[in-house]
């Protein structure tokens, strides 16, 4: 069987995501921050970064609020979108709404950090493969914010894991050069290491 393209295969997976129920994005919610707090290798990272969930994707929101009352600093994305480029502002109380719709955080500039600066990155994504092959939006910005680590293989780099509904795994997807791979996928079903 031929694969799905990317476009047809982001199409297919948000429709899903974004027809689960309130109730089920409940559950789902509830067991991805379990399976994260089973993971000690998780809970030493300190500088955390993650998303404000929209379009269906799995909510780390809980995770975070728990996160936070564990003493770690909690980042959200804030993105330029010429040229694109996406930074880590403090989750705060105060947000604004960015040209896709979605939450970003309001803080000062000296509270800004990269990617680089964090322990650990908490993805959204739309599919995902058994290798650690990462599907986005489409826009490039996860991959543009991690390129240096992936090309120069630098030491100190974020752990990069994936967080999504299960049925968003999909058997083998097509890799472009440009692509960052994940360490791990936490779904509603399993924390899996790649
Ligand atoms: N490091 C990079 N430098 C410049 N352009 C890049 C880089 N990484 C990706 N791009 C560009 O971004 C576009 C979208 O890439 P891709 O389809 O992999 O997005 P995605 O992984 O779905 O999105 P995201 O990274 O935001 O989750 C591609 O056309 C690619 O040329
Ligand atoms: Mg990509």
């Not at 991805?32 to 404000?52: D, I, S, T, W």
């Not at 959200?76 to 896709?100: D, I, R």
Request: hydrophobic share 40%; proline share 6%.
């Amino acid at each position: 069987m031929n694969q799905p393209s990317a476009v047809s295969l982001r199409h297919e997976m948000r429709q899903l995501r974004r027809n689960l129920t309130g109730d089920a994005q409940t559950q789902a919610a509830r067991l991805l921050r379990q399976h994260f707090l089973n993971e000690h290798r998780l809970l030493k990272a300190n500088m955390v970064g993650a998303y404000f969930p929209a379009d269906g994707e799995i909510n780390p929101i809980p995770l975070l609020n728990r996160l936070q009352q564990l003493g770690k600093q909690i980042y959200l994305p804030k993105l330029a979108t010429y040229p694109k480029k996406m930074v880590f502002l403090p989750f705060t109380g105060e947000f604004s709404v960015n040209q896709y719709g979605i939450l970003e955080p309001i803080a000062a500039a000296r509270d800004l950090r990269f990617a680089a600066d964090l322990d650990l990155l908490l993805m959204p994504l739309v599919a995902f493969d058994g290798r650690g092959n990462r599907l986005g939006m489409g826009g490039g910005y996860y991959d543009r914010a991690l390129a240096k680590f992936h090309r120069c293989g630098v030491l100190r780099r974020p752990k990069l894991v994936g967080l999504a509904h299960s049925f968003q795994q999909t058997p083998r997807l097509k890799s472009n050069r440009w692509d960052v791979p994940m360490h791990a996928v936490i779904t509603e079903q399993a924390l899996t290491w790649f």
